[in-house]
């Protein structure tokens, strides 16, 4: 082992990463300042990473699958303010696409959509490759969510924070 083995960080294996069941964590967060007030947690059912091989090309994609019903709240609530125009056996779609090839701990702001029958949201979401290793990776998101058609008094204080852990 040299001393450059210790301080680069590993590259990213090219190709597709399945999201590792109970290493992710999905939340609706209500800020106001900086400060979450509120927050729900949802359920990812299902979620894939392909990153792009070549540093140039934004083919990255990133799909994911959510329940809409929350599983845990900050207060009690929140949990039945959250999605209440959704039936609780609806499926939140998220697509994120043109994600860059990051190196380990670099950031990327990414444009995304998430849809469920009858409803679609904007978000501009804030991207950063926590950690990789050989076996995966681990990816960290933030960013605000914008719903289509009327602004709610809420829409400016809503975000989605995000980490979940891939593997190939």
Sequence with gaps: ????????????APG???????????????????IPLLWVRLRVISARL???????????????EVAAKPV????PFPRRWA??????????QLTASG???????????????????GQSWSLAL????????ERGVVLAAYGPVTRSGRARALDRFLFVDAAAEFVQ
């Design 126 to 133: 804030q991207l950063r490759l926590a950690c990789v290793d």
């Design 99 to 117: 994600l860059p090839r990051l190196a380990p701990g670099a950031a990327a702001r990414v444009p995304a959509t998430a849809s469920a029958p």
């Design 16 to 34: 597709p990463y399945e999201l590792v069941q109970g290493r992710c964590v999905a939340e609706l967060v209500v800020r106001v300042l900086r």
């Design 72 to 75: 845990f709240a900050s207060l």
């Design 50 to 64: 392909d990153l792009p091989d070549l540093p140039a090309t934004d083919a990255g994609r990133l799909v994911a």
């Design 1 to 12: 082992m040299s001393a450059e083995t210790l301080v680069l960080p590993p590259e990213h």
């Design 83 to 92: 999605l209440r125009s959704l039936p609780r056996t609806a499926r939140i």
